[in-house]
């Protein structure tokens, strides 16, 4: 199966919201206007990303709730590590 460039351009601006990459957000709004999504369309991607960020967030700061109240430490067992550093 393969998405239409409308439908390409919407989950990408749902994604470029989700994770704060404003070049990325930048440049996908001018690619969706160019194939015809309209600014309705993007303003209602937009919140999709918003919404998918917050729940995110949401959990994360749960979970550093939880391991403050606790005190634990979690080990990250994988080698090559998250691609923080």
């Known amino acids: ?3 239409d460039k409308r439908t390409v351009e919407l989950i990408a601006l749902g994604a470029s919201v989700a994770v704060n990459c404003q070049p990325c957000l930048q440049f996908h709004i001018n690619e969706a206007l160019k194939v015809g999504v309209a ?3 993007i303003k ?4 999709v990303g ?3 960020r917050k729940g995110a ?4 700061d749960q979970l550093v709730s939880k391991l403050m109240e606790d005190e634990q430490i979690i080990s ?3 080698d090559e590590g998250c ?3």
């Open 50 to 52: 918003k919404t998918v």
């Open 1 to 3: 199966m393969t998405f």
């Open 76 to 78: 990250h067992r994988d």
């Open 83 to 85: 691609g923080c550093r």
């Open 57 to 60: 967030a949401y959990k994360m």
């Open 44 to 47: 209602e991607a937009i919140q």
């Open 39 to 41: 600014e309705s369309e």
